[in-house]
Nanobody, 115 residues
Framework: QVHLVESGGGLVQAGGSLRLSCAAS????????MAWYRQAPGKQRELVAA???????EYADSVKARFTISRQSAKNTVDLQMNSLKPEDTAVYYC?????????WGQGTQVTVSS
């Protein structure tokens, strides 16, 4: 089973930027979709951004034009560049690898945006 490790979270002021990285223990092209989700306290986990094996990307409306998902095949990583961060972006961010009905999750990384 693939092992996913997130990094890059932290505390940032509103308007700032962070770059999250998800390192996979095997080729990211083994999966139909690689994605970033987030879960804020008291809320359900939600999709933030996803990239398919074919390179198609998808974003939550709340992050469009601010966040960018990308992948580095040589490093087996999927990154999430987050710009113009808002306090409502505060959450634990999780990396996800999906193929057919199998979903694998990372342990999560905390992102806190102060106002």
């Amino acid at each position: 089973q693939v092992h996913l490790v997130e990094s890059g979270g932290g505390l940032v002021q509103a308007g700032g930027s962070l770059r999250l990285s998800c390192a996979a223990s095997e080729s990211i092209f083994n999966f139909n979709t690689m994605a970033w989700y987030r879960q804020a306290p008291g809320k359900q986990r939600e999709l933030v951004a996803a990239i398919t094996v074919g390179g198609r990307t998808e974003y939550a409306d709340s992050v469009k034009a601010r966040f960018t998902i990308s992948r580095q095949s040589a490093k087996n990583t999927v990154d999430l560049q987050m710009n113009s961060l808002k306090p409502e972006d505060t959450a634990v961010y999780y990396c996800n690898a999906a193929i057919l009905r199998l979903n694998t999750w990372g342990q999560g990384t905390q992102v806190t945006v102060s106002s």
